[in-house]
C-alpha cells in the first residue's frame, strides 16, 4: 500500500506471512484534524497464533491513535493498556512520532526497529531488547538463540524499560525482525538505494535471502531536494 496526502510525506507499507502459519505483524498510522503530522507504529506479535496476531493489531492500532502532544513513551503505554485488556496475546512495538521542528520521536519495545534514511545513508535508531543485546552489552558470550529471546514486551514492559531516540530525519524505515534479521543493514540499504523502491521490495528481498517469520516494513520517502533553498515531499504521479 503506498499512501500520500499533499500536506503529508509519502510513505508505503507491506507485509509478508512468509512461511509461518499466520500473519502476526501489524502496523499503525493515524494522524487526528489539524494534527502536526502522521504517528506510525509497527507491532510484530510474540508466537505464531491467533492471540499473537490480534495483540499485535491492538497494540499497533491504540499506538498510533495516541495525540502525538503526549509523545511516543505514552503511545507505547497505551498499547499496553489495550493489550492487558486482551486476556492473551503480547506483541513487540516500535513507535515513531513528528518531532515539533521536523524528524521524529521513536520508542520501543522488544526487537522492532526503525531507521533514519536520508536517501544515502541508513542509520539504525533503536537498539534490540533482547536477551543477546543484554549479554552483549555486558560482554558475555552469546548464543543465537538469544537473539529472538526479548527482554521487553507490549505486555510486560515498566515505563523505565521503553527504549526512547529522535532523529531529525524525515526519511524513516519501521521493520519487524523478518526484514532487518536477514537483510542486516546493508541488505536494506542495498534494496533502498535503488530508485523507486520501498516497503514492498524490502519484504521480497528479506524472504528471498531466506526469511523465516512474518516480513513487515514501514517506509517513510525522505524530502526531496528542489533547489538549494526549498525541500518538498514527493507526491503520488
Do not use: C
Amino acid at each position: 500500500m503506498i499512501t500520500t496526502r499533499p500536506e503529508y510525506p509519502r510513505w508505503h507499507t507491506a507485509s509478508a506471512q512468509g512461511p509461518r502459519s499466520l500473519n502476526a505483524d501489524a502496523v499503525g498510522a493515524y494522524a487526528a484534524a489539524g494534527g502536526p503530522g502522521i504517528a506510525f507504529a509497527l507491532a510484530d506479535g510474540v508466537g505464531d497464533d491467533p492471540a499473537a496476531a490480534r495483540a499485535a493489531r491492538t497494540a499497533a492500532a491504540a499506538a498510533a491513535r495516541t495525540p502525538v502532544h503526549k509523545g511516543p513513551v505514552e503511545a507505547v503505554l497505551a498499547a499496553q493498556r489495550a493489550v492487558r485488556e486482551q486476556t492473551l496475546g503480547d506483541a513487540v512495538l516500535v513507535v515513531a512520532m513528528p518531532a515539533e521542528h521536523g524528524g521524529y520521536r521513536i520508542a520501543w519495545v522488544g526487537d522492532a526497529r526503525a531507521y533514519a534514511w536520508n536517501g544515502t545513508a541508513l542509520s539504525r535508531l533503536t537498539t534490540d531488547h533482547t536477551l543477546a543485546e543484554f549479554f552483549r552489552a555486558r560482554h558475555q558470550p552469546v548464543t543465537p538463540r538469544m537473539e529472538h529471546v526479548v527482554t521487553t514486551s507490549v505486555r510486560t514492559a515498566e515505563p523505565h524499560e521503553i527504549g526512547t531516540a529522535e532523529t531529525t530525519s524525515a526519511g524513516l524505515l519501521l521493520t519487524s525482525d523478518g526484514v532487518h534479521k536477514p537483510l542486516t543493514g546493508s541488505g536494506i540499504r542495498a534494496v533502498l538505494a535503488q530508485p523507486g523502491t520501498g516497503a514492498a521490495d524490502l519484504v521480497e528481498a528479506a524472504l528471498a535471502r531466506g526469511g523465516t517469520d512474518n516480513a513487515t516494513a514501514l517506509y517513510v520517502e525522505p524530502l526531496e531536494v528542489v533547489d538549494s533553498t526549498t525541500v518538498r515531499f514527493p507526491v503520488a504521479a
